[in-house]
């Protein structure tokens, strides 16, 4: 629990260095424009989708298919959004990717007031991220579904389900923050989550980033926030 505070406060640490350097915000604003987009239409299909649907399903369905589905009509919007938010978090991380990575450089020199070591082309590592990103929109569908089919489980469910959902979208958001600086030092994705797994605190920067993604407006910008944070973490480990 000490570390998982430790990465709250690791947000504020990269919210520090880029106020200290208000030229790094281009590096995440630019993401931040692509990412409202594709939010919008995410969320914005759900809503306009499954609505109508299931208010024409609660009006015009026999009796008791009509009643049920007027019952678990807000449920079920309620996991089609969440399911979207868990799909948008993997896909905004490919597209923020290169982004941060050239934030992330930028941090490192501010830091140690030392030129950063070789870093891929932005190109090169826009290829790198949507391989990742496609693995883990896979991983996503699946942690998606689980979230769906425990939501399912009467009693039970209504209390996992959320549970279960905010782990998967710390876990994702921390990735997307931390890929910024693993993904210059040349690191596999077997490697990446290995990092995770043995730095818990970046779990708490990962719950927060993705606690803020929520906000609207300010969330756009929590990712690059968040990847600022974890390369102050990262160069910080690497010069004790």
Same mark, same amino acid.
């Given at each position: ?25 281009? %590096? ?7 990412? /409202? ?9 759900? %809503?306009?989708?499954?609505?109508p ?13 009509? #009643?049920?589905?007027?019952r678990?009509? *807000? ?20 597209? *923020?990717?290169?982004?941060h ?22 190109? #090169?590592?826009? *290829? ?13 569908v ?14 039970v ?9 905010? %782990?998967?979208?710390?876990? $994702?958001?921390?990735y ?18 290995d990092? /995770? $797994? ?20 300010l969330?756009?910008?929590? /990712? ?17």
């Amino acid at each position: 629990m000490k570390q998982f505070v430790v990465g709250i406060g690791d947000v504020y640490r990269g919210l520090g260095v880029l106020r200290a350097h208000p030229r790094l915000w281009r %590096w995440v604003i630019a993401p931040a424009a692509i990412t /409202l987009v594709l939010l919008a239409v995410l969320i914005g299909g759900v %809503w306009l989708t499954v609505d109508p649907a299931i208010s024409w399903l609660g009006e015009h369905a026999p009796g008791t298919l009509g #009643h049920v589905a007027s019952r678990v009509h *807000a449920r079920i919007v309620l996991g089609l959004s969440i399911t979207a938010l868990l799909l948008f978090l993997p896909i905004a991380g490919a597209i *923020a990717g290169p982004f941060h990575e050239r934030l992330s450089a930028h941090v490192e020199r501010a830091v140690t007031g030392l030129p950063p070591g070789p870093e891929p082309g932005f190109l #090169h590592g826009a *290829a790198i991220s949507l391989l990742h990103g496609a693995r883990r929109l896979v991983a996503g569908v699946f942690g998606a579904l689980a979230v769906l089919l425990l939501g399912l489980v009467p009693v039970v469910g209504s209390y996992a389900a959320p549970v279960l959902a905010a %782990w998967l979208a710390a876990r $994702s958001a921390a990735y997307d923050c931390y890929d910024a600086v693993l993904a210059r030092r040349a690191l596999g994705f077997r490697t990446k989550l290995d990092f /995770l $797994s043995d730095h818990p605190r970046s779990l708490g920067l990962g719950a927060t980033v993705a606690a803020l993604l929520l906000v609207p407006g300010l969330g756009l910008l929590a /990712l690059g926030v968040g990847a600022a944070g974890a390369t102050v973490v990262v160069v910080s480990d690497d010069r004790s």
